[in-house]
């Protein structure tokens, strides 16, 4: 089993849609949660980090971590076309600032105008 | 924001030689910075960690030989593909921590390394 799961899509929507993105780990240690995005041959952005559990809301986008369940989402309202891109969950256990993000595959997301 | 740039975007080279990818924290210091690969349709998978003054840290499964890495400075790491293949052809990213105080030490990416080697 993978620490890090995320089903790689392609997710397609209309636009106006409101999307759900997911992952699910196993390691129980991890405690920092990152959602970011990544357009077509550049480095990934960072849209929204979390630590521990509850709910985070910024603009559109709203990220959940539901460690009793070792679930992590991502909500996005009123989806553009702008928003197509890949999205990838990452976490990590918190430690000091050598620990590595450990990633998901990534869930590719178009939204259809 | 914190900017992490590289240089350079793209490169062809021939299988043999060797390439050097400069990855800058830009206007901030970055005591870690990581290495990543990237396949097409793949996630990113974590090469090396490398600390300013000290060896990296390899991944298991990475050769340190032929990825070798220098982290000279506060603002600059360098990969250097030696010998490349075109197994080794990929998407090369690197990131680096910016420091904050408490938990949130959020970590930025570069706009990654296109290597093409034929």
């Known amino acids: 089993q993978k620490e890090v799961e995320q089903d790689p899509g392609p997710l397609s929507v209309p636009e106006g849609a409101i999307v759900s993105l997911n992952c699910t780990y196993s390691n129980s240690a991890f405690q920092y949660f990152m959602w970011y995005r990544q357009y077509s041959r550049k480095g990934p952005e960072l849209l929204m980090y979390t630590y521990s559990s509850g709910n985070k809301e910024d603009g559109r986008f709203t990220a959940q971590v539901d460690k009793s369940s070792k679930y992590i989402s991502l909500f996005i309202r009123d989806s553009q076309p702008s928003d197509s891109a890949t999205y990838l969950c990452a976490m990590s256990e918190w430690y000091s600032g050598n620990t590595p993000l450990v990633f998901g595959k990534g869930t590719r997301l178009s939204v259809i105008a | 924001g914190a900017v992490v740039s590289q240089h350079p975007s793209w490169v062809i080279c021939k299988s043999g030689t060797s390439v050097k990818i400069e990855c800058r924290s830009l206007?901030?210091?970055?005591?870690?910075m990581f290495w990543y690969r990237q396949f097409p349709k793949q996630s990113l998978m974590l090469m090396a960690t490398s600390n300013e003054g000290s060896k990296a840290t390899y991944e298991q499964g990475v050769e340190k030989d032929k990825f070798l890495i220098n982290h000279a400075s506060l603002t600059l790491s360098t990969l250097t593909v030696t010998s490349a293949h075109p197994e080794d052809s990929s998407f090369y990213i690197c990131?680096?921590?910016?420091?904050?105080?408490?938990?949130?030490?959020?970590?930025?990416f570069g706009p990654g390394t296109r290597l093409t080697v034929t």
């Open positions: 990131s680096a921590r910016a420091p904050q105080s408490g938990p949130n030490y959020e970590q930025y």
């Open positions: 206007d901030f210091q970055a005591t870690t």
